[in-house]
């Protein structure tokens, strides 16, 4: 089994698109890494496979092991150990626009490809970008993830989406389908300038905050919409320095080690 190494399993899901699911996947992976931990990313947000542009990885092949599919490395380890490997869908698609026009049972027999069958070898956190939604076909991804009996889901929602029903219906998901929820995020919330570095509420501020007491579950933290971290994604190169040394300058930085010393302190508890 190809988890037999990873000691803790982590779903990151939103109940509709665009919330920053992925770009929260890739901070949470980078704060851990930048730690000492040795995370693995899978992405099976079929629908937007975006995890390899967030690593700057999109142009790397996967290659087929005698066991299965080896993952790609994301840069070198840091000096505490710490590293980076990532698997997603984009990998294997030729054309972006492939897995849209997928029926179901397509998604789903891949998506349990992707569960058994990537050699992710020692991990100390496998962090699972699941695709947008709480539709049915929701519901058979969730089995399907459930197989590999996860610690719980991270919830990634943004300051509008609490004011619907959103939230309360991605936490109901969850009980249904069974699976723990070890806290939420509120991703953009909240903007911070790029001349003063202030941080202006655009919408209201503390939703998430009243949300999770409200469903007894843990609030991880909120993040503010930092357009320099965009800059720093779409400007990465070979010739400068890992992402996850670069990210050591962010001002997302801080926050995401308090969310990720919340998160390990939950899983390990
Ligand atoms: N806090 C933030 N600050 C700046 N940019 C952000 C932030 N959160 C998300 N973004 C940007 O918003 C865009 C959408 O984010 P992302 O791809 O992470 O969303 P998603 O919920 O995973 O989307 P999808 O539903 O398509 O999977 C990306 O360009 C991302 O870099
Ligand atoms: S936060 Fe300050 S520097 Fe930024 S736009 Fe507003 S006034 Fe200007």
């Given at each position: 089994?190809?988890?037999?190494?990873?000691?803790?399993?982590?779903?990151?899901?939103?109940?509709?698109?665009?919330?920053?699911?992925?770009?929260?996947?890739?901070?949470?992976?980078?704060?851990?890494?930048?730690?000492?931990?040795?995370?693995?990313?899978?992405?099976?947000?079929?629908?937007?496979?975006?995890?390899p542009?967030?690593?700057?990885?999109?142009?790397?092949?996967?290659?087929?092991?005698?066991?299965?599919?080896?993952?790609?490395?994301?840069?070198t380890?840091?000096?505490?150990?710490?590293?980076i490997?990532?698997?997603?869908?984009?990998?294997?698609?030729?054309?972006?626009?492939?897995s849209?026009?997928?029926?179901?049972?397509?998604?789903?027999?891949?998506?349990?490809?992707?569960?058994?069958?990537?050699?992710?070898?020692?991990?100390?956190?496998?962090?699972?970008?699941?695709?947008?939604?709480?539709?049915?076909?929701?519901?058979?991804?969730?089995?399907?993830?459930?197989?590999?009996?996860?610690?719980?889901?991270?919830?990634?929602?943004?300051?509008?989406?609490?004011?619907?029903?959103?939230?309360?219906?991605?936490?109901?998901?969850?009980?249904?389908?069974?699976?723990n929820?070890?806290?939420?995020?509120?991703?953009?919330?909240?903007?911070?300038?790029?001349?003063?570095?202030?941080?202006?509420?655009?919408f209201?501020?503390?939703?998430?905050k009243?949300?999770?007491?409200?469903?007894?579950?843990?609030?991880?933290?909120?993040?503010?919409?930092?357009?320099?971290?965009?800059?720093?994604?779409?400007?990465?190169?070979?010739?400068?320095?890992?992402?996850?040394?670069?990210?050591?300058k962010?001002?997302?930085?801080?926050?995401?080690?308090?969310?990720?010393?919340?998160?390990?302190?939950?899983?390990?508890?």
């Open positions: 089994m190809s988890l037999e190494g990873v000691k803790h399993v982590i779903l990151v899901l939103s109940g509709k698109g665009g919330v920053g699911k992925s770009s929260v996947t890739t901070q949470m992976a980078l704060s851990l890494a930048r730690r000492g931990h040795r995370v693995g990313v899978l992405d099976i947000d079929l629908t937007g496979p975006n995890i542009r967030m690593f700057n990885v999109e142009d790397k092949k996967v290659t087929q092991g005698a066991r299965g599919w080896i993952p790609v490395p994301v840069g380890a840091t000096e505490n150990g710490g590293s490997c990532c698997m997603s869908l984009g990998f294997l698609l030729r054309d972006r626009g492939d849209v026009v997928w029926r179901g049972p397509k998604k789903t027999a891949m998506v349990r490809q992707f569960m058994t069958d990537v050699v992710w070898g020692e991990l100390d956190y496998l962090l699972i970008d699941t695709p947008p939604g709480t539709s049915d076909e929701h519901i058979s991804l969730a089995e399907q993830m459930r197989t590999v009996n996860p610690d719980g889901a991270v919830i990634v929602t943004t300051p509008q989406a609490i004011s619907t029903a959103d939230v309360r219906k991605e936490i109901n998901f969850c009980t249904k389908v069974g699976i929820i070890l806290g939420v995020v509120e991703n953009m919330s909240g903007f911070v300038c790029p001349h003063c570095s202030e941080c202006t509420n655009v209201s501020s503390g939703g998430g009243t949300m999770a007491e409200q469903f007894s579950v843990e609030f991880f933290g909120a993040v503010p919409i930092d357009p320099s971290f965009n800059l720093m994604i779409e400007s990465q190169s070979s010739e400068e320095a890992p992402l996850v040394e670069q990210y050591g962010s001002k997302l930085e801080p926050i995401f080690k308090d969310i990720t010393e919340k998160l390990v302190a939950k899983v390990n508890s």
